[in-house]
Protein backbone atom coordinates (compact mmCIF):
# COMPACT_ATOMS: atom_id res chain seq x y z
CA UNK A 1 0.00 0.00 0.00
CA UNK A 2 1.43 3.26 -0.96
CA UNK A 3 2.43 5.75 1.63
CA UNK A 4 -0.75 8.40 2.70
CA UNK A 5 0.02 12.59 3.40
CA UNK A 6 -2.11 15.18 5.00
CA UNK A 7 -1.82 18.52 4.50
CA UNK A 8 -3.59 21.10 7.19
CA UNK A 9 -3.34 24.55 5.64
CA UNK A 10 -3.88 27.95 7.45
CA UNK A 11 -3.97 31.47 6.25
CA UNK A 12 -5.19 33.31 3.42
CA UNK A 13 -6.16 31.85 -0.77
CA UNK A 14 -2.18 32.03 -1.15
CA UNK A 15 -1.52 29.44 0.74
CA UNK A 16 -4.71 27.19 0.03
CA UNK A 17 -3.39 27.50 -3.52
CA UNK A 18 0.47 26.83 -2.15
CA UNK A 19 -1.42 23.20 -0.41
CA UNK A 20 -2.29 22.14 -4.03
CA UNK A 21 1.52 22.73 -4.71
CA UNK A 22 2.89 20.96 -2.17
CA UNK A 23 -0.06 18.39 -2.63
CA UNK A 24 0.61 17.63 -6.38
CA UNK A 25 4.64 17.59 -5.05
CA UNK A 26 3.89 14.73 -2.63
CA UNK A 27 1.50 12.67 -5.20
CA UNK A 28 4.82 13.18 -7.74
CA UNK A 29 6.24 10.81 -5.14
CA UNK A 30 3.38 8.84 -5.18
CA UNK A 31 1.72 9.31 -2.21
CA UNK A 32 -2.15 9.52 -1.71
CA UNK A 33 -4.43 11.59 0.35
CA UNK A 34 -5.27 10.55 3.87
CA UNK A 35 -8.99 10.52 5.38
CA UNK A 36 -7.64 11.82 8.06
CA UNK A 37 -4.88 13.51 10.13
CA UNK A 38 -4.03 10.71 12.76
CA UNK A 39 -3.15 7.92 9.86
CA UNK A 40 -1.50 9.59 7.74
CA UNK A 41 1.85 8.86 7.03
CA UNK A 42 3.33 12.05 5.71
CA UNK A 43 1.09 15.50 7.42
CA UNK A 44 2.17 18.84 6.52
CA UNK A 45 1.53 22.01 8.20
CA UNK A 46 1.10 24.79 6.00
CA UNK A 47 1.02 27.90 8.14
CA UNK A 48 0.20 31.47 8.44
CA UNK A 49 1.61 34.05 10.84
CA UNK A 50 -0.75 37.07 9.71
CA UNK A 51 -2.81 37.10 13.00
CA UNK A 52 -1.74 35.93 16.82
CA UNK A 53 -5.04 33.69 16.60
CA UNK A 54 -3.36 31.82 13.43
CA UNK A 55 -0.45 30.90 15.36
CA UNK A 56 -1.66 29.70 18.33
CA UNK A 57 -3.64 27.40 16.18
CA UNK A 58 -0.65 25.95 14.93
CA UNK A 59 0.73 25.74 17.81
CA UNK A 60 -1.93 23.68 19.58
CA UNK A 61 -2.41 21.38 16.35
CA UNK A 62 1.08 20.43 16.94
CA UNK A 63 0.44 19.53 20.63
CA UNK A 64 -2.36 16.65 18.93
CA UNK A 65 0.10 15.63 16.61
CA UNK A 66 3.02 14.86 18.98
CA UNK A 67 0.52 12.49 20.80
CA UNK A 68 -0.71 11.14 17.24
CA UNK A 69 3.19 10.68 16.28
CA UNK A 70 3.40 8.90 19.72
CA UNK A 71 0.98 6.42 18.59
CA UNK A 72 2.55 5.75 15.52
CA UNK A 73 6.57 6.51 15.52
CA UNK A 74 7.32 6.61 11.82
CA UNK A 75 4.86 9.41 10.70
CA UNK A 76 6.42 12.43 9.49
CA UNK A 77 5.56 15.71 10.23
CA UNK A 78 6.54 18.86 8.18
CA UNK A 79 5.88 22.64 8.93
CA UNK A 80 6.08 25.45 6.34
CA UNK A 81 4.80 28.64 5.41
CA UNK A 82 4.85 31.81 6.04
CA UNK A 83 5.08 31.48 10.38
CA UNK A 84 8.04 29.29 9.62
CA UNK A 85 10.38 32.06 7.71
CA UNK A 86 9.47 34.85 10.53
CA UNK A 87 12.66 35.40 12.74
CA UNK A 88 13.67 33.26 14.80
CA UNK A 89 10.59 30.66 14.91
CA UNK A 90 12.06 27.92 13.03
CA UNK A 91 14.95 27.17 15.48
CA UNK A 92 12.32 28.28 18.74
CA UNK A 93 9.69 25.44 17.31
CA UNK A 94 13.03 22.90 16.49
CA UNK A 95 13.36 23.35 20.34
CA UNK A 96 9.90 23.41 21.10
CA UNK A 97 8.65 20.28 19.13
CA UNK A 98 11.94 18.01 18.12
CA UNK A 99 9.26 15.57 17.05
CA UNK A 100 8.66 17.92 13.84
CA UNK A 101 11.01 16.07 11.18
CA UNK A 102 11.58 19.54 8.54
CA UNK A 103 10.69 22.91 8.86
CA UNK A 104 10.95 24.56 5.36
CA UNK A 105 10.16 28.17 4.60
CA UNK A 106 8.66 30.30 1.84
CA UNK A 107 10.97 30.20 -0.34
CA UNK A 108 11.94 26.25 -0.63
CA UNK A 109 8.66 24.57 -1.04
CA UNK A 110 10.04 23.02 -3.57
CA UNK A 111 12.86 20.98 -1.31
CA UNK A 112 9.55 19.13 0.01
CA UNK A 113 10.03 15.72 -1.94
CA UNK A 114 13.98 16.35 -1.55
CA UNK A 115 13.76 15.91 2.60
CA UNK A 116 11.16 13.03 2.23
CA UNK A 117 13.66 11.01 0.71
CA UNK A 118 16.39 12.10 2.86
CA UNK A 119 14.63 11.56 5.72
CA UNK A 120 16.72 12.16 9.27
CA UNK A 121 15.88 11.82 13.06
CA UNK A 122 16.95 15.28 13.56
CA UNK A 123 14.53 18.01 12.86
CA UNK A 124 15.80 19.42 9.46
CA UNK A 125 15.61 22.80 8.74
CA UNK A 126 15.36 24.32 5.61
CA UNK A 127 15.22 28.28 5.62
CA UNK A 128 16.74 30.74 2.57
CA UNK A 129 16.36 34.53 2.09
CA UNK A 130 16.92 34.09 -1.66
CA UNK A 131 14.08 34.86 -3.52
CA UNK A 132 12.97 33.36 -6.79
CA UNK A 133 9.81 32.06 -8.76
CA UNK A 134 9.73 28.48 -8.83
CA UNK A 135 7.50 27.57 -12.42
CA UNK A 136 7.81 23.41 -12.48
CA UNK A 137 5.87 22.81 -9.24
CA UNK A 138 3.11 20.49 -10.31
CA UNK A 139 0.11 21.35 -8.89
CA UNK A 140 -3.47 19.18 -7.49
CA UNK A 141 -6.16 20.87 -7.80
CA UNK A 142 -8.50 20.77 -4.93
CA UNK A 143 -11.11 23.67 -5.50
CA UNK A 144 -13.78 22.16 -8.74
CA UNK A 145 -14.50 23.86 -11.06
CA UNK A 146 -12.23 27.19 -9.82
CA UNK A 147 -8.37 27.57 -10.40
CA UNK A 148 -6.34 29.39 -8.44
CA UNK A 149 -3.28 31.01 -10.83
CA UNK A 150 -0.27 33.05 -8.87
CA UNK A 151 0.52 36.16 -11.25
CA UNK A 152 3.11 37.30 -8.62
CA UNK A 153 4.62 36.57 -5.25
CA UNK A 154 5.68 38.60 -2.11
CA UNK A 155 4.87 42.34 -1.20
CA UNK A 156 6.70 45.38 -1.40
CA UNK A 157 4.52 47.80 0.74
CA UNK A 158 5.03 47.30 4.33
CA UNK A 159 2.41 47.71 6.05
CA UNK A 160 3.37 49.16 9.56
CA UNK A 161 0.88 46.05 11.19
CA UNK A 162 1.54 43.54 8.81
CA UNK A 163 4.18 40.25 8.64
CA UNK A 164 3.69 39.28 5.22
CA UNK A 165 6.74 41.12 3.55
CA UNK A 166 8.84 39.60 5.86
CA UNK A 167 7.80 36.24 5.36
CA UNK A 168 6.64 36.39 1.61
CA UNK A 169 9.71 38.52 -0.17
CA UNK A 170 9.32 41.04 -2.53
CA UNK A 171 7.08 41.67 -5.54
CA UNK A 172 8.04 39.03 -8.05
CA UNK A 173 5.62 38.90 -11.12
CA UNK A 174 5.45 36.07 -13.21
CA UNK A 175 6.34 36.28 -16.66
CA UNK A 176 3.39 37.11 -18.89
CA UNK A 177 3.50 34.36 -21.09
CA UNK A 178 3.50 31.69 -18.28
CA UNK A 179 0.57 33.27 -17.03
CA UNK A 180 -1.23 33.17 -19.87
CA UNK A 181 -0.21 29.54 -20.68
CA UNK A 182 -1.71 28.32 -17.45
CA UNK A 183 -4.66 29.86 -17.87
CA UNK A 184 -5.04 28.27 -21.40
CA UNK A 185 -4.24 24.93 -20.22
CA UNK A 186 -6.70 25.15 -17.01
CA UNK A 187 -9.76 26.50 -19.82
CA UNK A 188 -8.97 23.43 -21.95
CA UNK A 189 -9.17 21.50 -18.91
CA UNK A 190 -12.31 22.77 -18.25
CA UNK A 191 -12.20 24.70 -15.41
CA UNK A 192 -14.29 27.75 -15.57
CA UNK A 193 -13.25 30.62 -12.92
CA UNK A 194 -10.03 31.35 -12.71
CA UNK A 195 -8.52 33.17 -9.90
CA UNK A 196 -5.55 35.12 -10.51
CA UNK A 197 -3.69 35.74 -6.73
CA UNK A 198 -1.02 38.45 -5.36
CA UNK A 199 -0.94 40.28 -2.28
CA UNK A 200 -1.26 43.65 -4.81
CA UNK A 201 -2.15 42.22 -8.00
CA UNK A 202 -2.37 46.31 -9.33
CA UNK A 203 1.30 45.84 -9.43
CA UNK A 204 1.74 43.29 -11.40
CA UNK A 205 4.57 43.81 -14.06
CA UNK A 206 6.63 46.75 -12.17
CA UNK A 207 9.10 44.42 -11.66
CA UNK A 208 9.61 42.68 -14.77
CA UNK A 209 12.40 44.20 -17.37
CA UNK A 210 11.02 47.37 -19.10
CA UNK A 211 8.26 47.48 -17.09
CA UNK A 212 6.54 46.54 -20.55
CA UNK A 213 3.74 45.10 -18.85
CA UNK A 214 1.03 45.79 -15.79
CA UNK A 215 -2.27 44.51 -14.70
CA UNK A 216 -4.77 45.91 -16.92
CA UNK A 217 -3.07 44.33 -19.89
CA UNK A 218 -2.73 41.21 -18.58
CA UNK A 219 -6.52 40.84 -17.79
CA UNK A 220 -7.30 41.97 -21.97
CA UNK A 221 -4.71 39.23 -22.74
CA UNK A 222 -6.83 36.99 -19.97
CA UNK A 223 -9.92 37.81 -21.41
CA UNK A 224 -8.76 37.42 -25.02
CA UNK A 225 -8.15 33.65 -24.72
CA UNK A 226 -11.37 31.76 -26.03
CA UNK A 227 -13.90 29.68 -24.10
CA UNK A 228 -16.65 30.41 -21.92
CA UNK A 229 -15.27 31.11 -18.53
CA UNK A 230 -14.51 34.21 -15.72
CA UNK A 231 -11.52 35.72 -14.52
CA UNK A 232 -11.60 37.14 -10.39
CA UNK A 233 -8.65 38.29 -8.73
CA UNK A 234 -7.49 39.55 -5.66
CA UNK A 235 -6.21 42.03 -3.89
CA UNK A 236 -6.37 45.03 -5.02
CA UNK A 237 -4.10 48.01 -2.73
CA UNK A 238 -6.30 51.16 -3.26
CA UNK A 239 -3.39 52.95 -3.66
CA UNK A 240 -2.16 51.46 -6.82
CA UNK A 241 -5.50 50.12 -9.18
CA UNK A 242 -5.94 51.87 -12.39
CA UNK A 243 -8.83 53.30 -14.35
CA UNK A 244 -7.38 50.72 -17.13
CA UNK A 245 -8.39 48.57 -14.66
CA UNK A 246 -11.95 49.35 -14.40
CA UNK A 247 -11.96 49.81 -17.88
CA UNK A 248 -10.73 46.48 -18.68
CA UNK A 249 -13.37 44.57 -16.62
CA UNK A 250 -15.97 47.20 -18.14
CA UNK A 251 -15.03 46.17 -21.63
CA UNK A 252 -15.25 42.52 -21.35
CA UNK A 253 -17.68 39.70 -19.99
CA UNK A 254 -15.02 37.25 -19.18
CA UNK A 255 -13.58 39.68 -16.28
CA UNK A 256 -15.62 39.37 -12.76
CA UNK A 257 -17.28 42.45 -11.59
CA UNK A 258 -15.69 41.90 -8.13
CA UNK A 259 -12.67 43.96 -6.64
CA UNK A 260 -11.64 43.02 -3.46
CA UNK A 261 -10.21 46.46 -2.26
CA UNK A 262 -9.08 46.73 1.38
CA UNK A 263 -9.50 50.07 3.15
CA UNK A 264 -8.17 48.90 6.72
CA UNK A 265 -9.28 51.95 8.15
CA UNK A 266 -11.28 54.92 7.48
CA UNK A 267 -9.38 57.84 9.48
CA UNK A 268 -6.23 59.30 8.04
CA UNK A 269 -4.64 59.45 10.83
CA UNK A 270 -4.30 55.88 11.42
CA UNK A 271 -3.77 55.75 7.49
CA UNK A 272 -0.77 57.31 7.90
CA UNK A 273 0.67 55.57 10.72
CA UNK A 274 -0.23 52.29 9.13
CA UNK A 275 1.80 53.06 6.03
CA UNK A 276 -0.99 52.62 3.56
CA UNK A 277 -0.16 55.40 1.19
CA UNK A 278 -3.76 56.86 0.76
CA UNK A 279 -6.09 59.10 2.26
CA UNK A 280 -9.95 58.10 2.99
CA UNK A 281 -10.77 60.72 0.31
CA UNK A 282 -8.51 59.10 -2.10
CA UNK A 283 -9.83 55.56 -1.08
CA UNK A 284 -13.79 57.00 -1.52
CA UNK A 285 -12.60 58.40 -5.01
CA UNK A 286 -11.13 54.95 -6.12
CA UNK A 287 -14.75 53.16 -5.06
CA UNK A 288 -16.13 56.06 -6.90
CA UNK A 289 -14.50 55.60 -10.24
CA UNK A 290 -14.95 51.69 -9.87
CA UNK A 291 -19.11 52.22 -9.23
CA UNK A 292 -19.26 54.34 -12.11
CA UNK A 293 -17.53 52.57 -14.70
CA UNK A 294 -18.78 49.38 -13.16
CA UNK A 295 -22.30 50.53 -12.11
CA UNK A 296 -23.29 46.84 -10.96
CA UNK A 297 -19.92 46.35 -9.08
CA UNK A 298 -19.81 44.02 -6.26
CA UNK A 299 -17.12 45.33 -3.39
CA UNK A 300 -15.41 43.41 -0.52
CA UNK A 301 -12.71 44.53 1.69
CA UNK A 302 -10.55 44.25 4.77
CA UNK A 303 -11.19 46.82 8.10
CA UNK A 304 -8.98 46.33 11.18
CA UNK A 305 -10.15 47.94 14.20
CA UNK A 306 -8.01 48.25 17.54
CA UNK A 307 -4.49 50.22 15.69
CA UNK A 308 -2.14 51.31 18.37
CA UNK A 309 -3.58 54.96 18.94
CA UNK A 310 -7.06 54.61 17.52
CA UNK A 311 -9.97 56.61 18.84
CA UNK A 312 -13.60 56.47 19.32
CA UNK A 313 -12.83 59.55 16.64
CA UNK A 314 -10.64 57.67 14.46
CA UNK A 315 -13.10 54.77 14.71
CA UNK A 316 -15.80 56.68 13.56
CA UNK A 317 -14.69 57.40 10.73
CA UNK A 318 -13.76 53.79 9.99
CA UNK A 319 -18.03 53.58 10.37
CA UNK A 320 -18.30 56.36 7.69
CA UNK A 321 -16.24 54.62 5.30
CA UNK A 322 -17.82 51.80 5.14
CA UNK A 323 -20.97 53.14 5.30
CA UNK A 324 -19.78 55.52 2.31
CA UNK A 325 -18.10 52.21 0.66
CA UNK A 326 -21.10 49.89 0.76
CA UNK A 327 -19.24 46.84 0.85
CA UNK A 328 -21.25 43.34 -0.48
CA UNK A 329 -18.58 41.83 1.96
CA UNK A 330 -16.33 42.75 4.58
CA UNK A 331 -13.82 40.74 6.46
CA UNK A 332 -12.92 42.30 9.98
CA UNK A 333 -10.03 42.12 11.90
CA UNK A 334 -8.98 42.78 15.45
CA UNK A 335 -5.54 44.22 15.23
CA UNK A 336 -3.13 41.25 16.30
CA UNK A 337 0.23 42.44 17.73
CA UNK A 338 2.94 41.09 15.29
CA UNK A 339 6.63 41.01 16.74
CA UNK A 340 8.79 41.57 13.75
CA UNK A 341 6.33 44.83 12.77
CA UNK A 342 6.66 48.61 13.25
CA UNK A 343 3.02 48.95 14.65
CA UNK A 344 4.21 46.04 17.72
CA UNK A 345 6.05 48.75 18.94
CA UNK A 346 4.28 51.59 18.89
CA UNK A 347 2.77 53.10 22.02
CA UNK A 348 -0.89 53.45 22.78
CA UNK A 349 -1.86 50.30 22.19
CA UNK A 350 -5.71 49.60 23.06
CA UNK A 351 -7.29 47.25 25.22
CA UNK A 352 -8.70 44.53 24.21
CA UNK A 353 -12.43 45.89 25.28
CA UNK A 354 -12.47 48.40 23.37
CA UNK A 355 -11.30 46.28 20.61
CA UNK A 356 -14.26 44.08 20.98
CA UNK A 357 -16.72 46.30 21.29
CA UNK A 358 -15.40 48.44 18.41
CA UNK A 359 -15.42 45.33 16.39
CA UNK A 360 -19.04 43.91 17.56
CA UNK A 361 -20.66 47.63 16.25
CA UNK A 362 -18.71 47.73 12.99
CA UNK A 363 -20.01 44.13 12.23
CA UNK A 364 -23.76 45.29 13.15
CA UNK A 365 -23.43 48.29 10.70
CA UNK A 366 -21.88 45.76 8.03
CA UNK A 367 -25.03 42.97 8.61
CA UNK A 368 -26.88 46.16 7.71
CA UNK A 369 -25.32 47.57 4.97
CA UNK A 370 -24.77 43.60 3.39
CA UNK A 371 -28.47 42.97 4.05
CA UNK A 372 -29.66 46.51 2.27
CA UNK A 373 -27.53 45.65 -1.27
CA UNK A 374 -28.96 42.35 -0.85
CA UNK A 375 -32.64 43.58 -1.12
CA UNK A 376 -32.09 45.38 -4.14
CA UNK A 377 -30.90 42.32 -5.54
CA UNK A 378 -34.02 41.15 -5.56
CA UNK A 379 -35.96 41.16 -8.98
CA UNK A 380 -32.48 41.16 -10.66
CA UNK A 381 -31.16 38.64 -13.61
CA UNK A 382 -27.68 37.59 -12.94
CA UNK A 383 -25.11 35.28 -15.32
CA UNK A 384 -24.38 32.96 -12.18
CA UNK A 385 -21.73 30.00 -12.48
CA UNK A 386 -22.92 27.09 -10.74
CA UNK A 387 -19.67 26.55 -8.41
CA UNK A 388 -21.24 23.90 -5.86
CA UNK A 389 -23.86 21.37 -4.82
CA UNK A 390 -24.76 21.31 -1.30
CA UNK A 391 -27.83 20.04 0.93
CA UNK A 392 -29.45 18.92 -2.70
CA UNK A 393 -29.16 22.55 -3.69
CA UNK A 394 -26.96 24.92 -6.28
CA UNK A 395 -24.87 27.53 -5.16
CA UNK A 396 -22.88 30.08 -7.43
CA UNK A 397 -21.98 32.78 -7.75
CA UNK A 398 -22.98 36.13 -9.88
CA UNK A 399 -20.64 38.11 -12.56
CA UNK A 400 -20.34 40.54 -9.24
CA UNK A 401 -18.61 38.20 -6.85
CA UNK A 402 -22.28 37.45 -5.10
CA UNK A 403 -23.37 34.17 -3.54
CA UNK A 404 -26.67 32.96 -4.64
CA UNK A 405 -28.72 29.35 -3.62
CA UNK A 406 -31.43 28.24 -6.16
CA UNK A 407 -32.72 24.88 -7.09
CA UNK A 408 -31.01 22.00 -9.56
CA UNK A 409 -29.02 19.37 -9.72
CA UNK A 410 -25.59 18.26 -9.82
CA UNK A 411 -25.00 18.24 -13.38
CA UNK A 412 -25.26 22.27 -13.22
CA UNK A 413 -21.88 22.50 -11.50
CA UNK A 414 -19.93 24.29 -14.40
CA UNK A 415 -22.20 25.75 -16.08
CA UNK A 416 -23.18 29.62 -16.49
CA UNK A 417 -27.14 30.49 -16.17
CA UNK A 418 -28.92 33.35 -15.86
CA UNK A 419 -30.76 32.87 -12.32
CA UNK A 420 -33.22 35.67 -11.11
CA UNK A 421 -32.98 36.46 -7.49
CA UNK A 422 -36.35 35.64 -5.69
CA UNK A 423 -35.45 36.58 -2.08
CA UNK A 424 -32.89 37.85 0.38
CA UNK A 425 -32.59 36.32 3.63
CA UNK A 426 -30.42 37.70 6.12
CA UNK A 427 -28.62 38.47 2.85
CA UNK A 428 -28.44 35.42 1.56
CA UNK A 429 -29.75 35.49 -1.69
CA UNK A 430 -31.99 32.78 -3.43
CA UNK A 431 -32.91 32.74 -6.89
CA UNK A 432 -34.28 30.56 -9.97
CA UNK A 433 -32.90 29.34 -12.90
CA UNK A 434 -34.78 31.41 -15.78
CA UNK A 435 -33.01 29.43 -18.66
N1 LIG B 1 -2.33 42.07 0.71
C1 LIG B 1 -3.58 42.21 1.30
C2 LIG B 1 -3.74 41.66 2.67
C3 LIG B 1 -3.07 40.44 3.14
S1 LIG B 1 -3.25 40.08 4.85
C4 LIG B 1 -3.87 43.72 1.38
O1 LIG B 1 -3.00 44.53 1.30
O2 LIG B 1 -5.01 44.06 1.59
C5 LIG B 1 -5.03 40.00 5.00
C6 LIG B 1 -5.59 40.94 6.01
O3 LIG B 1 -5.15 40.61 7.31
C7 LIG B 1 -5.18 42.39 5.86
O4 LIG B 1 -5.93 43.06 4.90
C8 LIG B 1 -5.40 42.96 7.23
O5 LIG B 1 -6.68 43.51 7.37
C9 LIG B 1 -5.25 41.74 8.13
N2 LIG B 1 -4.05 41.86 8.96
C10 LIG B 1 -2.76 41.90 8.56
N3 LIG B 1 -1.94 42.05 9.63
C11 LIG B 1 -2.74 42.10 10.72
C12 LIG B 1 -2.51 42.26 12.11
N4 LIG B 1 -1.28 42.42 12.60
N5 LIG B 1 -3.58 42.26 12.93
C13 LIG B 1 -4.82 42.12 12.46
N6 LIG B 1 -5.11 41.98 11.17
C14 LIG B 1 -4.09 41.97 10.29
FE1 LIG C 1 0.49 43.23 4.16
FE2 LIG C 1 0.16 45.67 3.26
FE3 LIG C 1 1.47 43.89 1.79
FE4 LIG C 1 -1.14 43.63 2.13
S1 LIG C 1 -0.12 45.32 1.08
S2 LIG C 1 0.38 42.03 2.31
S3 LIG C 1 -1.44 44.37 4.21
S4 LIG C 1 2.11 44.73 3.75
FE1 LIG D 1 -1.29 34.50 3.85
FE2 LIG D 1 -0.97 34.28 6.45
FE3 LIG D 1 1.09 34.13 4.87
S1 LIG D 1 -2.38 35.60 5.44
S2 LIG D 1 0.61 35.29 3.06
S3 LIG D 1 -0.65 32.73 4.94
S4 LIG D 1 1.03 35.15 6.84
Redesign the pocket.
Known sequence: MSSTYKIITY??Q??VHESEKIAGMLESEGLTPAEEAEIADVIVLNT???RES?ETRVLGNLGILKKAKERKPDMKIIVC??MTQAEGVAEKLKKRCPFINAIIGTHNLNKIPVLLRAYDKKTQIEITEEQGINEKIPIARTSGINAWVNIMYGCNNFCSYC??PY??GRERSREKKNIISDVKQLINDGYKQITLLGQNVNSYGNDLNGKTENFPSLLRDLSALDGKFRIKFMTSHPKDILIETADAIAESDKLSRFVHMPAQSGSDRILRLMNRKYTSAEYLAKIDMLKSKLPDVGLSGDIMVGFPTETEDDFSDTLKIVTATEYNNLYTFIYSRRSGTPAAVMEGQVPISDKKRRIRELIDLQFAIGNRLAEKCVGNTYEVLCTEYKNGKIIGETNCGKAVTLAGNKELIGKFINVRITENKNSKLYGVNTL
Open positions: GCMNCCVAGCIVVR
